[in-house]
């Protein structure tokens, strides 16, 4: 097994983080585009009234979503870049990619593509899918900036600054 060193290990983390990110907010974009020419939905057809078009209804969805990513990203996501950056230059350098996560990061990883295919399965509507993924991915494009942040910031002053 190859090592790595830690800002390759970083690296590698923010890819995973911007590379799930990316899709969902695709996907997410698509769903609410394309719930746009549905008939009836309950997250759109509820909002149509207020915004003056299903159209403008679908845009305040998107921005609702990206804001609530947003805060997420920072609040939420931050601490989990801070504590996986932190265990990476708490380990040998370098070192293997195996030993940088825990197995509750590999389960709650399985955990959230469970909660994915579930929320297509149950038949959630489109547009309250596209909301939760544009949200989620906004999140995680945020996270990968900042794993990539960190990347340039020393061993000492990296974790308070994230």
Not at 3 to 29: E, Y
Not at 108 to 129: H, K, N, Q, T, V
Not at 136 to 149: D, E, H, N, P, S
Request: glycine share 12%; aromatic share 14%; with cysteine.
């Amino acid at each position: 097994m190859v090592k790595l060193n830690h800002k390759t290990l970083i690296f590698f983390s923010g890819l995973v983080w911007l590379g799930m990110g990316i899709f969902l907010l695709t996907l997410g974009l698509r769903l609410l585009f394309n719930s746009i020419e549905a008939a009836s939905l309950p997250l759109l057809g509820l909002l149509k009234p207020y915004f003056g078009g299903i159209e403008n209804a679908a845009i305040g969805l998107i921005a609702f979503s990206l804001g609530l990513g947003y805060f997420k990203g920072k609040y939420v996501f931050k601490k989990t870049v801070k504590r996986v950056v932190g265990k990476i230059r708490s380990l040998p350098n370098p070192t293997y990619l195996t030993s940088v996560y825990s197995w509750p990061y590999y389960l709650l990883i399985i955990l959230m593509i469970f909660l994915g295919f579930s929320m297509r399965y149950f038949g959630l509507s489109p547009d309250i899918r596209g909301v939760v993924d544009v949200a989620v991915g906004a999140g995680l494009i945020q996270g990968a900036i900042r794993y990539f942040r960190s990347i340039g910031e020393s061993a000492t002053c990296g974790s308070e600054s994230l």
